[in-house]
């Protein structure tokens, strides 16, 4: 069997077999589930001082070759084009956008420079999966050098309409380089079809079934909608409880309800709206004063990029507020945590939450909807109350669907969750699992190295 050859923007250091957070290195590990392989990417270092080197490092599964990146990369294409524009833009927040030229040079120089570095560990029947929108233009650039192997791409964002993907000068560029590619590859259907739309709309190519033609080049373009392993989630839940910091966090509650949310500390999360709802709910609500608590867990992330700088700030002030103006000695409405949780001791936390409350603006799939389904008692289990704009909504129907924009339909939806009678909860918690189930992570990988077998 050929081996598999997986690209991102950061290869994270984590240690075989135990658990990790974010859905891109969840992704890689699943990729080498059932394929040997190498793992290729940034090692999340800055180094200015002399020639870039590829460190490769064995593992029992599959290698990890890593290279840093200089100061003047790490800033044009890391934290310019790929997190000031291209991530915003992903995330329909044009308002945000930043654009430069010499941003956009250094995408392009980044993207050639791992090509360059890639090359040489490459054999000819590789497969090379490429992951994330860090790298839309790096099949292009191994494609120049003269490489045949079968490539794929997935997109963990969400991809936008033509007409906002237009914001973005090199938006031709993009889907040009994107068709570099045998297999694109989606979060959900809508992704897929923003695409396809630019296809027929912006470059007269044409599209049969899921198969599209543009600028010469004809590729597979599909919905792959990333998704979890529940039963183990279920099981790591399930021993969670029995450990000392499940115990300290349902003691702490003293009987009080509570609502949980987790992610990277984002703009794209809509952490200030969720906040700003749950003031309304203890505003409009009163009873849940003193009986109910939020727990925001938030690490920071991407600090050297201006707007998630801006949002940190946000957050501490309105977390400050509603805490100072509702607290009690006994009781505070919120704790919020800029800090990471291994995944095992989230599970134990989202089962004894009675709410999961993701509510995005804009999000490719969002795991922890699923991650909080699939960790409850499935005989007194929790309500995920989940933003329409996540992808994981176009799977999750048992969920109580909010829009993230609207405060007082998120408080309404708090409150349905916070009351829903025992029947409804199960009844809403098995047709998720239900989901979940048919389209597990192993579906996920099978599907796309078939496609990309088949391309
Ligand atoms: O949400 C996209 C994503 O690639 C996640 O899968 C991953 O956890 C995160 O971004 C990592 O971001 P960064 O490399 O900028 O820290």
């Given at each position: ?13 984590v240690e075989e077999?135990?658990a ?11 990729a ?9 990417g ?5 180094e200015?001082?002399?020639p870039i080197?590829?460190?490769v ?23 310019g ?6 991530w ?7 308002n945000?956008?930043q654009?430069s ?25 590789d ?7 860090h790298?839309f233009v ?10 045949e192997?079968r ?11 033509p007409d ?10 993009i ?12 979060q959900?259907?809508?992704d897929?079809r ?7 709309r912006?470059?007269?190519?044409t599209?049969?079934?899921n198969?599209?033609?543009a ?11 990333i998704?979890?392993?529940?039963d183990?989630?279920a ?11 499940a ?7 003293g009987?009080?309800?509570l ?13 200030d ?17 003193g ?6 867990i938030?690490p ?9 700088r801006?949002?940190?700030?946000v957050?501490?002030g309105?977390?400050?507020?509603i805490?100072?103006?509702?607290a ?13 949780y ?5 599970a134990?936390?989202?089962r ?10 804009r999000?490719?799939?969002?795991l ?11 005989v ?13 909504a ?7 669907i ?10 309404e ?23 979940l189930?048919k389209n597990?992570l ?12 088949g391309?």
């Amino acid at each position: 069997m050929s081996r598999l050859v997986v690209v991102s923007n950061r290869v994270a250091p984590v240690e075989e077999g135990k658990a990790s957070a974010g859905g891109l290195s969840v992704a890689v590990e699943e990729a080498f589930a059932k394929t040997e392989g190498l793992w290729f990417g940034w090692n999340g270092k800055i180094e200015n001082n002399g020639p870039i080197r590829v460190t490769v490092e064995e593992g029992k599964r599959f290698a990890r070759a890593t290279m840093p990146l200089s100061r003047k990369d790490y800033n044009d294409f890391y934290v310019g084009y790929a997190n000031s524009t291209l991530w915003p833009l992903l995330h329909y927040r044009l308002n945000v956008m930043q654009y430069s030229r010499a941003h956009a040079e250094g995408y392009r120089r980044v993207n050639e420079l791992y090509a360059n570095h890639l090359a040489p560990l490459l054999r000819p029947d590789d497969l090379i999966w490429v992951h994330d929108y860090h790298l839309f233009v790096l099949g292009r650039e191994l494609k120049r050098m003269g490489l045949e192997n079968r490539m794929g791409f997935f997109l963990h964002t969400p991809f936008p309409p033509p007409d906002m993907l237009r914001a973005c000068s090199e938006h031709e560029e993009i889907v040009r380089a994107l068709f570099d590619y045998d297999v694109i590859g989606f979060q959900t259907e809508n992704d897929a079809r923003n695409l396809l739309e630019y296809v027929r709309r912006l470059s007269g190519g044409t599209v049969r079934g899921n198969r599209a033609t543009a600028f010469g080049k004809t590729a597979r373009v599909q919905a792959f909608p990333i998704s979890i392993r529940p039963d183990e989630m279920a099981e790591a839940a399930e021993k969670a409880m029995r450990s000392n910091r499940a115990r300290q966090l349902v003691r702490s509650l003293g009987g009080k309800q509570l609502i949980i949310g987790v992610e990277r500390l984002d703009y794209s999360k809509g952490l200030d709206k969720r906040f700003a709802s749950y003031e309304r709910l203890l505003t409009n609500y009163p009873e849940n004063r003193g009986s109910v608590t939020l727990m925001q867990i938030a690490p920071p992330s991407r600090g050297d990029v201006q707007s998630y700088r801006e949002i940190r700030q946000v957050l501490e002030g309105m977390a400050g507020h509603i805490n100072g103006q509702f607290a009690e000695f006994d009781w505070v409405p919120i704790r919020y945590l800029n800090k990471s949780y291994r995944r095992d001791v989230l599970a134990g936390f989202f089962r004894i939450a009675q709410v999961g409350y993701v509510t995005p603006l804009r999000d490719g799939m969002n795991l922890v909807a699923k991650e909080y389904v699939a960790s409850q008692d499935p005989v007194d289990p929790g309500v995920l109350v989940l933003s329409e704009f996540a992808g994981a909504a176009a799977e999750l129907d048992g969920a109580v669907i909010v829009n993230p924009f609207d405060e007082e339909g998120m408080m309404e939806g708090l409150q349905t969750a916070l009351r829903m009678p025992l029947g409804d909860r199960i009844e809403r918690y098995q047709s998720m699992m239900a989901v979940l189930r048919k389209n597990d992570l192993q579906n996920w990988r099978r599907r796309f190295l078939e496609a990309l077998r088949g391309a």
